[in-house]
């Protein structure tokens, strides 16, 4: 599971109970996703947190009775994510792959194997679309100089294969374009490329 990216909680509370009602939603770009909470009345609300990078909060009234309404009190959290991996085989897919993912939200995948093995990448999907989007696949650690190979664009990726026992990918999205995915498995041993 990934870590959300967005949290809030209400400071002020007071609308007509029954009548009148505040939602709070989980959004992936236009869409609105679940409902995450859903408040009437005066009593101060519990602090909630999306799992999305974005929220939408709402609020409905019959227009019969004047309240004070609500204050919001939100935190953003860094959107990097960093995901460890020692099993021998693995997925490496975009977050929420085939259902689109928050936006600008980075990822970086550590993989380490035993020593004397090399780790394969296999792409099973790739549509990153334009220059703001890539994945880069780095030996050993994440530095320019170490850099394995970098992909943008929608053309499925060769098989790459480490040098070491360790490999690092890195995805980086703009968050312009919800719909750009990859899927690829990893895997550990000695190949003939």
């Known amino acids: 599971r990934h870590p959300t990216c967005t949290a809030r909680s209400l400071i002020n509370f007071q609308l007509e109970?029954?009548?009148?009602?505040?939602?709070?939603?989980?959004?992936?770009?236009?869409?609105?996703?679940?409902?995450?909470?859903r408040w009437s009345g005066t009593e101060?609300?519990?602090?909630?947190?999306?799992?999305?990078?974005?929220?939408?909060?709402?609020?409905?009234?019959?227009?019969?009775?004047?309240?004070?309404?609500?204050?919001?009190?939100y935190q953003t959290r860094n959107t990097k994510c960093r995901i460890n991996s020692?099993?021998?085989?693995?997925?490496?897919e975009s977050?929420?792959?085939?259902?689109?993912?928050?936006?600008k939200l980075n990822l970086t995948w550590h993989i380490s194997q035993t020593e004397g093995c090399t780790i394969r990448i296999d792409f099973r999907k790739f549509k990153l679309g334009g220059f703001g989007n890539f994945l880069g696949v780095y030996h050993g650690q994440r530095h320019a100089s170490?850099?394995?190979?970098?992909?943008?664009?929608?053309?499925?990726?060769p098989s790459v294969e480490s040098t070491s026992n360790k490999l690092?990918?890195?995805?980086?999205n703009?968050?312009?374009?919800?719909?750009?995915?990859?899927?690829?498995?990893?895997?550990?041993?000695e190949f003939n490329s």
């Not at 109970?17 to 909470?37: P, W």
């Not at 977050?95 to 936006?103: D, N, Q, S, V, W």
């Open 44 to 73: 101060l609300p519990a602090s909630v947190q999306s799992t999305s990078n974005a929220l939408r909060i709402y609020m409905k009234t019959d227009g019969s009775v004047a309240h004070k309404g609500f204050a919001v009190k």
């Open 174 to 189: 703009d968050g312009l374009d919800r719909r750009n995915e990859f899927s690829a498995h990893y895997s550990s041993g």
């Open 17 to 37: 109970r029954n009548f009148d009602f505040v939602s709070v939603y989980n959004v992936f770009g236009d869409e609105m996703g679940t409902v995450i909470d």
């Open 146 to 157: 170490r850099s394995l190979t970098i992909w943008a664009g929608n053309t499925l990726p």
């Open 95 to 103: 977050y929420g792959y085939a259902l689109g993912y928050p936006e």
């Open 168 to 172: 690092v990918v890195e995805w980086i």
């Open 86 to 92: 020692d099993r021998p085989d693995s997925y490496i």
